[in-house]
């Protein structure tokens, strides 16, 4: 238990479905992360909020929509998704947004979209 | 450009061994973190341990040790007396030392420990 919760765990939706993923944590941290993890891919940054403010899209397609209302809760909005975004998407908090702080992970959604 | 070189895509090892997992990253600034992550098959992402660049000592945690070696820009991960829950895909990540700036993951190499 790391203190960053992900729900769902696992999601599986069509292409013209409206879902969204959550993640909290509860370790009081100020910058959050979402990651997509793709089969045999490394991991590749999705954004970054530090104190509420995006400060990165990593050139993310605008199906993607991220939402921080305040530093403990992260979502990702996903609509009119393609099949080759079935991936394992990540969260993680980070205290102080300072490199050199661990970045700490929740456990994933599995997405699949049909 | 920042990046994460793992070269073994798979090791076995039997319990009790010791493993190392190879690690080379390239990056031009003098200041950042290297970090070893474990990811089981459940998929979560565990920190293992952490080193920065201006670290003397080779970090350790428990089992695990991080060999840094500066000039050949590595960061191998020793893990010591491997175990059958050590059974996972372990990545190798980087950051430099900037608010808010994301993690550089390597590819991953798969461990499997056998009794």
């Known amino acids: 238990e790391t203190g960053v919760t992900q729900t769902p765990r696992h999601l599986v939706m069509g292409m013209t479905n409206k879902k969204s993923l959550k993640c909290e944590q509860h370790l009081g941290h100020n910058a959050m992360y979402w990651y997509k993890q793709s089969a045999k891919k490394p991991l590749e940054l999705m954004f970054v909020?530090?104190?509420?403010?995006?400060?990165e899209n990593n050139s993310v397609p605008s199906r993607f929509s991220p939402e921080c209302p305040n530093s403990s809760h992260l979502f990702l909005h996903l609509h009119t998704l393609q099949p080759e975004d079935s991936a394992l998407y990540l969260c993680?908090?980070?205290?102080?947004?300072?490199?050199?702080?661990?970045?700490?992970f929740g456990p994933g959604t599995r997405l699949t979209v049909l | 450009a920042q990046k994460i070189t793992q070269t073994q895509p798979g090791m076995f090892v039997q319990e009790k061994e010791a493993v190392t997992l190879d690690c080379t990253y390239d990056?031009?600034?003098?200041?950042?973190?290297l970090f070893w992550y474990k990811q089981p098959s459940s998929g979560e992402m565990i920190f293992l341990i952490y080193?920065?660049?201006?670290?003397?000592q080779n970090a350790t945690e428990g089992r695990y040790s991080l060999n840094f070696q500066k000039a050949r820009k590595s960061a191998n991960l020793v893990i010591s007396a491997s175990q059958l829950g050590d059974s996972a895909m372990y990545f190798c990540a980087m950051s430099p030392n900037q608010a808010g700036t994301a993690l550089i993951f390597g590819k991953g190499t798969t461990l499997s420990v056998s009794s």
């Open positions: 080193q920065g660049s201006y670290d003397q």
């Open positions: 909020y530090n104190f509420k403010e995006q400060t």
């Open positions: 993680a908090s980070q205290a102080g947004g300072q490199g050199s702080d661990t970045q700490y």
């Open positions: 990056t031009s600034d003098p200041s950042y973190g």
